[in-house]
């Protein structure tokens, strides 16, 4: 069975627009087989990284700081697929930060060379093979997520595991405005859920799909020159 973890970063929880796309997500990967598990981190206490790398040196692989990642490290070492859910702030939640930042005590500090960067890779106790991003924002264009995606991609790349693609939904506060287009972009989010676990992989027509725009760039610029 696939196990799945995915760690929602929205300081709103399941009542945000990031928890609207990630929840159906989640239920068509369960229905296709894996077992899931959803955390909030903003109900957790997870303190900031302080750099002291210990975790690389005298307690290889075990984080000094006890607070409630302690809990998360055992879970993530068991999973296979990674959901990292993200709205797009400035640049992220303070809190996703955080527990991004923690990660590094799953991540062997043997360095390699690859592609011209230095690299390492999850613990060999770390069953995570793929991270996959879920994401939201306010903002029309699908530009303002660039921020988000380099960094779920470079998390990925650095561990030496598999970035699985990232469904992101922009401009989510007109979400619902067009009854048509939400009906079809919910299916394409369940159906990538379903698509990842049974294939391994989520098209790039569903991920398209999922970002299309719900209104067009010329009602979104009339909008907003009504509004000044």
């Excluded at 760690?7 to 989640?26: D, H, R």
């Excluded at 070492?77 to 005590?105: C, H, T, W």
């Excluded at 770390?126 to 879920?134: A, N, T």
């Excluded at 048509?180 to 294939?199: C, I, M, N």
Aim: overall charge positive; glycine content about 8%; charged content about 30%.
């Amino acid at each position: 069975m696939i196990n799945v973890i995915a760690v929602n970063g929205s300081p709103k929880m399941q009542k945000g627009m990031t928890a609207i796309i990630l929840n159906p997500f989640l239920e068509a990967m369960e229905e296709a087989g894996a077992s899931v598990e959803l955390v909030y981190v903003k109900s957790l206490d997870i303190k900031p990284c302080t750099g002291e790398l210990s975790c690389w040196k005298s307690k290889k692989g075990k984080c000094y700081i006890q607070d409630d990642m302690q809990q998360l490290y055992s879970k993530l070492r068991k999973a296979d697929i990674l959901v990292l859910a993200i709205p797009v702030y400035i640049p992220l939640p303070g809190e996703m930060q955080n527990f991004l930042n923690r990660l590094v005590s799953l991540m062997d500090p043997e360095e390699v060379m690859r592609d011209g960067r230095t690299r390492i890779r999850f613990k060999g106790d770390v069953g995570i093979s793929k991270v996959v991003l879920v994401s939201t924002s306010g903002w029309w264009e699908k530009g303002n997520f660039r921020t988000v995606v380099r960094i779920a991609k470079e998390i990925a790349e650095d561990a030496s595991v598999e970035f699985s693609g990232a469904l992101i939904r922009p401009h989510s506060s007109l979400w619902g405005e067009d009854e048509g287009r939400t009906k079809e972009v919910l299916k394409a989010v369940r159906q990538a859920g379903y698509q990842l676990v049974k294939d391994g992989k989520i098209s790039d027509v569903l991920l398209k799909t999922i970002s299309q725009p719900l209104i067009s760039r010329k009602e979104r610029i009339r909008r907003l020159k009504n509004r000044q």
